[in-house]
């Protein structure tokens, strides 16, 4: 088993809890497209298959996984008056914008997986510019030293471009680093490139959804510690 010398991170449903960051921040980006318009609200929720009432995300939500630009498709059904790259580029600053609930206290949980000697890093399929905006917005993107979106040149998960960058540009082996998500996109992306496979709870996915394809499941990433000292790390 070899050592974990780096950890890449999925963004929204790890680093950040995923229904209390994006159900409020959806609800208010459907109410703004619709602007009084009821029949024009509920047909955005649905594309979305966003739950209004209750502010959060169905389970089956291609969102939880899904790229900026997939967003951008789905809406775009329903805003003709939108043209695409002004919607995309619409969508990609409010989601820098958005206010994040971390997980967990974010900057010292990194700072202790830093002091371990790991290189840390960011995949995700939000726009690369939002997501360094979320992470700065909470203090904790010194702490990264790779982050890559979908629009990074990488591709997008599940395939497994963004890890094999992060183990390109950090010039560590596949087997020496672990992928950290919560939907198994992420972890068909870890497979793929050779990783090493956590899940966590903080997303929308259960823990049988995620546990046929992970390594271990953990609670969310305050535990990684404790994992990586069952390792013998």
Not at 16 to 41: N, Y
Not at 59 to 80: K, M, N, W
Not at 81 to 88: S, T
């Amino acid at each position: 088993m070899a050592a974990i010398e780096g950890i890449l991170f999925d963004k929204d449903g790890v680093l950040f809890d995923f229904q209390k960051t994006w159900g409020a921040w959806t609800k208010g980006v459907i109410a703004g497209f619709a602007d009084g318009d009821p029949g024009l609200a509920k047909r955005l929720a649905d594309v979305l298959d966003f739950d209004a009432e209750a502010g959060t995300f169905r389970r089956g939500s291609f969102v939880i996984a899904g790229t900026a630009q997939q967003v951008v498709d789905a809406l775009s059904r329903e805003l003709p008056d939108w043209e695409p790259d002004a919607l995309y580029n619409h969508i990609k600053q409010q989601t820098a914008r958005a206010p994040q609930v971390e997980a967990v206290r974010l900057r010292p949980t990194l700072d202790a997986l830093k002091a371990r000697g790991l290189r840390l890093g960011i995949a995700t399929n939000d726009a690369e510019a939002a997501a360094r905006a979320n992470v700065a917005s909470v203090d904790a993107l010194e702490p990264f030293d790779f982050i890559a979106g979908s629009d990074s040149g990488f591709g997008a998960k599940p395939a497994p471009g963004m890890c094999l960058g992060f183990a390109q540009a950090m010039g560590l082996p596949p087997e020496a680093l672990v992928m950290v998500g919560d939907s198994t996109h992420d972890m068909i992306a870890a497979r793929a490139a050779g990783f090493a496979r956590v899940a966590v709870l903080t997303g929308v996915a259960t823990h049988a959804d995620l546990a046929p394809h992970a390594d271990a499941v953990l609670p969310d990433i305050g535990a990684l510690g404790a994992w990586l000292d069952a390792r013998g790390e």
